[in-house]
């Protein structure tokens, strides 16, 4: 049945109530038609409602808020009446709400990724515009080094060659660099630190490993220093 005219029929009971958007609707049953012709209606179109809702409340405590469902003759849902969007949509539409989530947090996660290899692509740059720097400040010095190791005595010699039997590995003994092992970042001091692994020495021992700072790797080998940090991209 249609929306009713009022002054045309003659209500019978209130079978159900809802609320929508701070607005109740009563489910009137109309004299003599079924619960599928039911309406619903805002309180104010609804004569003596007070005495329709004391009975509706009996109803209730006795039979339970099913006393008025019958098999193929069920009410029509609010929906039907003001456009209250079915439960089956309201899933639809959370479900899609959480598919957007889910995608603006991948969307989130890729671009803290992206900030994160631009940030390590600067620091490489750096690095090696360092070490083409420090390449043009060394060279004047290599003929000098060169000339103070040939005016070196044999007992000198001898003497490095039983510190560097001692000592832990490093570029000042000869020693040769096996790889970077890994990196940490020093808290409160901002600083890069690499852990060396050196290649085992002509006469058979394996140098100690050790940690060393970002200006000793780029002093002795920025080309290691420069393959290890491309690695981690």
């Known amino acids: 049945m249609s929306r009713k005219r009022r002054g045309m029929y003659f209500i019978e009971q209130i079978l159900d109530y809802k609320q929508y958007n701070g607005q109740k609707y009563y489910l009137v049953k109309w004299q003599g038609y079924n619960n599928k012709d039911c309406t619903w209606e805002k309180p104010e179109k609804i004569p003596n409602l007070a005495q329709f809702l004391h009975q509706f409340e009996e109803n209730l405590k006795q039979h339970g808020s099913n006393f008025y469902h019958i ?96 000592c832990e590995g490093g570029f000042e003994f000869g020693d040769q660099l096996d790889k970077i092992g890994q990196a940490v970042q020093v808290k409160g001091k901002g600083q890069k630190m690499y852990y060396l692994l050196w290649q085992k020495r002509p006469n058979g021992i394996i140098p100690k490993n050790r940690w060393v700072n970002s200006e000793y790797i780029m002093k002795y080998d920025i080309n290691a220093l420069c393959y290890y940090l491309q690695k981690k991209l």
Do not use: H, R
């Open 71 to 166: 098999d193929n003759d069920e009410p029509p849902q609010l929906e039907d009446f003001i456009g209250v969007p079915s439960q089956s949509k309201q899933n639809q539409y959370q479900q899609q709400q959480e598919q957007i989530q889910i995608l603006q947090n991948q969307v989130d996660l890729l671009k803290s990724e992206i900030e994160q290899m631009k940030k390590q692509q600067n620091e490489i740059v750096q690095i090696m515009t360092a070490s083409q720097q420090n390449e043009k400040s060394f060279q004047p010095n290599q003929q000098q080094d060169s000339e103070i190791i040939q005016e070196s005595t044999s007992e000198q010699s001898q003497k490095n060659t039983e510190i560097k039997l001692q």
